[in-house]
Every structure is written in C-alpha cells, then in structure tokens.
C-alpha cells in the first residue's frame, strides 16, 4: 500500500525556522518526483514545492521562493521541507504529494495525511 | 501563471441526481505535442487529504467509481458526477499543470439536498 506520512509541524514563531518530513513506503520513492501542497485554514490548496526524483530539478512558488528549500533522501525514502523566515501566511496544513515520473509538475495520485504548521507569537 | 476559475463556488443536489461543476483556466492547457488537456480533477472530504478523481481531464483515476467523468478541452472544463452518492458530498478541486506552477481552483462544495 502506497503510504506517505508528514511530520515535523508545530507552533513557530514568525522569523523562525521548521523542517518537515514525509516518510514514504509502498511504492519505489527514488523513481517519483514529489511535491509539498499547502491548504490554509477554511481555505484552497496551494502548491508549495516540486522535487525530482533524482534532485536535480527542483521549482518553487513564489510565495516561498527563497526562504524554503525542498531536498529529499532517497536511502531513507524520505521528502523533505526546509522552512525559514516563516511568516503568519505561511500558516497551514502542508501535504507532501507523489507525482508522476516527468520533468515538470504533473497530477498528484496520493497525498499524506497533512501536518499543520502554526506561525504565531 | 494560470488563474483557474470554477463554478458554482457550492452546490446542493439530491441524491439519485447529476452534480455538474465548471473549470475554466484563463488559459489554453491543451498541449499541441500530444494532444492532452494537463488537468486533474480531486476530491477532499472534511479533515482529509485531497484525493485524485481524474487526470488528462478525462481519464479515472484507479479504484474511482464511473459516477465520476470529466469532459471538455482547451479553457473548459466539467467534473460530472451522474448520480450523486451520499458519500460524494465534499470538496472538488481542479488543477492545471500546464504551466509550472501548477494552480488550483478556488474548490466547489458539493451539498446533499
């Protein structure tokens, strides 16, 4: 069974740093591009991040352009989000979501559970 | 980047009836290569993930039940649901990927009647 599951979230004060994780199991990670997916509270999906499966080609939204850095481990089958200068927009509950084996974002087939990121003081 | 616009923002229908939701992408997601529309529909229940329906706008996702299509091509687009269950009452994104960033609708909130 496909599975991706996100941990790492929390209450963050606005300037601070957080890094999220996402375990996956079930399926060949190495081979999937990966994405992280954004849904404020009450509120759309917003697409935050896209990985290659080999790293080498990595694309960010604008929004979080510089202050936030996708990597992942292949050995650990892990998908990674590195946050920094975290504002109060950046509130919400972040998905990490499979994609398909091209060079560009495609459609996402299976998506973690979520972990909500708070940034408050 | 591609401004995705659905309709209605929600809808009620009743069970037994045909739900219709609108997308349209302010621009073209029709790939002259290939000949595929880069949209994906997905549906999302209250505290869970997104959940993909349907890709190459009309193609089901795996394990999706055929109450579900999508049709249209170029700017419009329709997510269908034929006989609307009591479990299809949820959110309905659609989604290009087109153009790097991917961007999503605003969501359709599909009520029972």
């Known amino acids: 069974e496909v599975q991706l599951v996100e941990s790492g979230g929390g209450l963050v004060q606005p300037g601070g740093s957080l890094r999220l994780s996402c375990a996956a199991s079930g399926f060949t990670f190495s081979t999937y591009n990966m994405n992280w997916v954004r849904q404020a509270p009450g509120k759309g999906l917003e697409w935050v991040s896209f990985i290659t499966g080999s790293s080498r080609t990595k694309y960010y939204a604008d929004s979080v352009k510089g202050r936030f850095t996708i990597s992942r481990d292949n050995a650990k089958n892990s998908l990674y989000l590195q946050m920094n200068s975290l504002r109060a927009e950046d509130t919400a509950v972040y998905y990490c979501a499979r994609d398909q084996k091209w060079e560009l974002p495609h459609y996402l087939d299976c998506w973690g559970q979520g972990t909500l990121v708070t940034v408050s003081s | ?113």
Request: charged share 15%; aromatic share 10%; net charge neutral.
């Open chain 2, 1 to 113: 980047d591609i401004v995705m616009t659905q309709s209605p923002d929600s809808l009620a229908v009743s069970l037994g009836e045909r739900a219709t939701i609108n997308c349209k992408s302010s621009q073209s997601v029709l790939h002259s290569s290939n000949n595929k529309n880069y949209l994906a529909w997905y549906q999302q229940k209250p505290g869970q993930p997104p959940k993909l329906l349907i890709y190459w706008a009309s193609t089901r996702e795996s394990g999706v039940p055929d109450r579900f299509s999508g049709s249209g091509s170029g700017t419009d687009f329709t997510l269908t649901i034929s006989s609307l269950q009591a479990e299809d009452a949820a959110l309905y994104y659609c989604q290009q990927y087109y153009i790097t960033p991917p961007t999503f609708g605003q969501g359709t909130k599909v009520e029972i009647k």
